[in-house]
């Protein structure tokens, strides 16, 4: 049977209530505690699950990319990747370079990129905004066929050569690893929201291995303005967990290796100020790039599995122009163009010889990140199955690089660290595209294996956090929780809990009302003359209602002639439900699903009818909702 769209409405409210009732939230309910403790305990114990399954990927995951990049690009084509000093899972590679290889493996890789998204087109991207779409738009839910496709796809995509990096599909995996096992666990939507945001972290804390960072990270991505305080500490749990996994196997280690301190120095700021303007104009280069190439990508002839593919085989004719020219003054890596981009930053914070010295590093760091913008932008505007979270950081990390040399240059001044502004616009190149200047800052820190960047890193991200600030990385990310779908339904639920059954209840003026021996024939006569009327209580002998009868099944009623005969309202009525005058809307729109009836009786406390409730009334303060300051932003509980 086909339901009313009001009662489908009404179903959805009620849905909003059950909800709220297994949020987290409500542990600042007292008279709850006890019950509301047990909640946190299993939603914790479920985020810990997550974060093992996700670490265990993390780790396949890291694994099988460093030995697929290990076997196609070294082995195979000859090519010297640059590495960070945590990416070091291999040592050797292979003999001669091979260009005409080098050409094809990237469009080669994105061929087979192309041909799984015929089964998933999310995964054809970087992982990240499809995440967050999932958390607002799909109640945190994943289809399950990414938990293996996007590994692959991802695989193939970086270990040819992709110019993207591991952290965006490991935030979609671990995402779908959360609403996988939200799914198999049958939590509510809430629950379910909570582990995707756990997934996430651990996903990130997996090939990262920044515990804190990845935590603060999953939860402050999903808006451009706030974070989601909810699942702050079950993506604790997890990225801890998740963490400890990878460490367990692969040991202990930072992804970069600075060996150095950096005492802040007061008179810098005015220094990083300054690379707090380059990092934003880099920045918008950056969106500006990647969004031509998205359009041109857009409208390449053929279907649109193919576009990873010639986006690959651009990439390889420009790494492979970039090697014959380089190569002739030794340099055989490509300017690290391939790849997530994690080496080239290496290079910056740790001065590779290959640089140089003087303004000579200065320039090559320049051309690098200018490389990787075109790079990253081919790879991810293609629809290759890469992040958009290493390029970033290496973007960012090569221009902090080439400031901080050129600044030491200029001023003369030892004591200014090119290693220093490298560290600090890789944080706040990522943290002012992607919207996380607090995540950042935590990153670099754990990163560098010290807090002592954390005042510079707290001014370039402001001034970056500002100048981008109509700006994103990410589309599906809405500006406040007050703009996302999900808590647009949380403004309806302190909508309808703040409103009384009384405010908005037809009057009960002269109402019909069925005895328990009232015949069909005489109910058609009694509704034919109350069209208003969508259900009519039922009196016992007493004179107290007993039970109620909906005002469609007179009309079915009305198509069985040959019972109108031996029908009587006792023999159609339903169990009773009433609502008060003063209950709340949230209350009487539970209760009113409970039934097939489209409307209540309201009945005052000395058991008189005063009225009815429609649910077409509810539905008309759902669709009449407007923002006001009072509840719009309010959390359920």
Not at 55 to 78: I, N, R, S, T
Not at 178 to 183: K, L, P, T
Not at 406 to 431: I, K, R, T, W
Request: with cysteine; aromatic share 8%.
């Amino acid at each position: 049977m086909k339901l009313h769209p009001m009662r489908r409405l009404a179903a959805q409210i009620n849905d909003w209530i059950l909800e709220s009732r297994d949020g987290l939230l409500s542990l600042v309910d007292v008279d709850r505690a006890p019950m509301d403790l047990r909640l946190v305990g299993r939603v914790l114990t479920h985020a810990a699950l997550v974060g093992l399954a996700a670490g265990l990927m993390g780790a396949g995951f890291f694994a099988a990319l460093e030995y697929g990049q290990w076997f196609f690009l070294e082995v195979l084509a000859g090519y010297r990747p640059l590495r960070a000093h945590g990416e070091h899972l291999i040592a050797g590679g292979g003999g001669e370079l091979r260009l005409w290889l080098l050409i094809l493996l990237p469009a080669l890789g994105g061929l087979g990129c192309g041909l799984l998204s015929r089964y998933a087109p999310e995964i054809r991207s970087g992982g990240g905004n499809e995440a967050i779409a999932a958390f607002h738009q799909q109640d945190g839910r994943i289809r399950k066929r990414v938990l293996w496709l996007r590994p692959l796809a991802s695989f193939f995509t970086l270990s040819t050569g992709g110019a993207g990096g591991r952290e965006g599909p490991t935030m979609h995996i671990g995402g779908a690893i959360g609403s996988w096992v939200g799914g198999l666990l049958r939590v509510g939507p809430r629950e379910r929201r909570i582990l995707l945001v756990a997934g996430i972290a651990a996903g990130i804390s997996a090939v990262f291995r920044t515990p804190l960072g990845a935590a603060l990270l999953a939860v402050e991505i999903l808006y451009r303005d706030g974070f989601e305080s909810d699942a702050l500490i079950p993506s604790v749990f997890a990225s801890v967990i998740s963490y400890s996994v990878v460490i367990s196997i692969f040991g202990e280690s930072t992804l970069f290796a600075v060996g150095q301190g950096f005492p802040f120095i007061p008179r810098h700021l005015p220094y990083y100020a300054a690379l707090a303007i380059v990092i934003a104009l880099g920045s918008v280069a950056f969106l500006q790039a990647l969004g031509a190439m998205r359009n041109f990508s857009s409208r390449f002839p053929g279907p649109g599995w193919l576009r990873p593919a010639w986006g690959g085989l651009v990439l390889g004719l420009m790494v492979s122009a970039v090697l014959y020219l380089t190569g002739r003054a030794g340099v055989d890596h490509g300017l690290g163009l391939l790849g997530g981009g994690y080496g080239a930053v290496q290079a910056a914070i740790s001065g590779a010889s290959w640089l140089g010295e003087g303004w000579r590093a200065v320039v090559i760091l320049a051309l690098m990140a200018v490389g990787k913008i075109i790079a990253a932008s081919i790879t991810l505007g293609s629809g290759g199955s890469a992040g958009d979270f290493a390029p970033s950081l290496a973007i960012g990390g090569l221009i902090g690089g080439a400031f901080g040399t050129a600044a030491q240059l200029l001023f003369e001044d030892p004591s200014l660290q090119p290693a220093a502004f490298a560290l600090v616009g890789m944080g706040a190149f990522y943290g002012g595209i992607a919207h996380v200047p607090l995540a950042s800052l935590v990153l670099v820190c754990e990163l560098a294996g010290n807090y002592d960047l954390l005042v510079p890193l707290m001014l370039v991200q402001g001034i970056v956090f500002v100048a981008l600030r109509k700006r994103a990385l990410y589309s599906a990310q809405p500006r406040t929780q007050q703009d996302s779908p999900v808590y647009q339904q949380h403004a309806t639920h302190s909508l309808l809990a703040s409103t009384t059954v009384q405010d908005v209840m037809t009057p009960a003026v002269s109402p019909v009302t069925f005895e328990l021996r009232t015949s069909g024939e005489e109910m058609l006569r009694h509704h034919a003359k109350t069209s208003w009327q969508e259900v009519f209580p039922v009196r016992g002998e007493e004179g107290r209602l007993v039970g109620m009868i909906s005002a469609e099944d007179l009309r079915l009623l009305a198509s069985q002639s040959g019972a109108l005969t031996w029908t009587t309202a006792g023999d159609m009525m339903e169990p009773l439900v009433v609502v008060r005058p003063g209950d709340d809307l949230r209350t009487a729109a539970e209760r009113l699903v409970t039934t097939r009836i489209r409307a209540l009786p309201v009945i005052d406390p000395e058991g008189r009818l005063v009225g009815f409730l429609d649910e077409t009334r509810i539905a008309e303060m759902v669709l009449g909702l407007r923002p006001r300051e009072s509840g719009l932003g309010a959390r359920l509980g």
